[in-house]
């Protein structure tokens, strides 16, 4: 599927605020109902909007949920309905990771620069999926397995949804996730290429 966005779609957006919690912007695309809470059917439905398939849905909902609830509840008694709190997603934030969210999830722009000064090296603007393995390979800290699986899993997952036709990551898509913009852009083509088929 080529979800990479339109010069309209990064003119409209290109600026990501540096002052502000923009991963909370990301995460909130998910709180389906807009309670400030994600619980794992609405990672499951969020998922499902984007693109993933069922099995996809149901494994990441599983794995994000039980791996991110008890961080952004600090204090608090853990709910076996695994809620993740959104105003806290940044405590959720993983080891060996890009950097591009500093440690109060605001995004820093000389990361995500170097995420394609370093690895873009067939395109610019860019990523194949070899200079995605090296970029994370790259990034992983000594042992923190954890880590590992967890930026494993977000690219990989970014990768197989929205490479373009030949195979490349581009970094207006990168950027869109990092300023939360992508996965509305991403549901609102799937509902439009859904309506055009029931009118044919």
């Known amino acids: 599927m080529d ?11 290109v600026e990501v605020p540096t002052d502000q919690n923009v991963l909370q912007k990301h995460a909130a695309f998910f709180d389906r109902n807009h309670d400030g809470l994600i619980y ?14 069922y099995l996809l849905s149901f494994v990441g909902a599983i794995f994000i949920n039980l791996g991110l609830s008890g961080k952004t509840r600090p204090g608090k008694f ?12 940044q405590l959720g934030k993983h080891g060996s990771d890009s950097g ?10 000389l990361k995500f620069e170097e995420i394609f000064i370093k690895y873009a090296r067939t395109h610019a603007n860019a990523l194949t999926s070899d ?23 977000e690219w990989k997952v970014l990768y197989s949804l929205c490479k373009d036709k ?8 990168v950027k869109a996730v990092y300023d939360g913009s ?19």
């Open 40 to 53: 794992p059917w609405e990672t499951f439905q969020g998922l499902r909007a984007i693109g993933a398939g």
């Open 3 to 13: 979800s990479s966005l339109s010069s309209k779609d990064i003119q409209q957006g």
């Open 131 to 153: 200079e995605l393995n090296a970029m994370l390979k790259a990034n992983r800290e000594p042992k923190d397995y954890k880590g590992w699986i967890g930026g494993l899993a």
């Open 166 to 173: 030949n195979g490349l990551l581009k970094k207006e898509t």
């Open 100 to 109: 591009v969210y500093d440690s109060e999830g605001r995004f820093v722009p």
């Open 78 to 89: 853990p709910s076996l309905l695994f809620p993740i709190e959104v105003k806290n997603i």
């Open 182 to 200: 992508l996965f509305a852009h991403m549901e609102r083509e799937r509902l439009e290429a859904a309506a055009a088929k029931k009118k044919v």
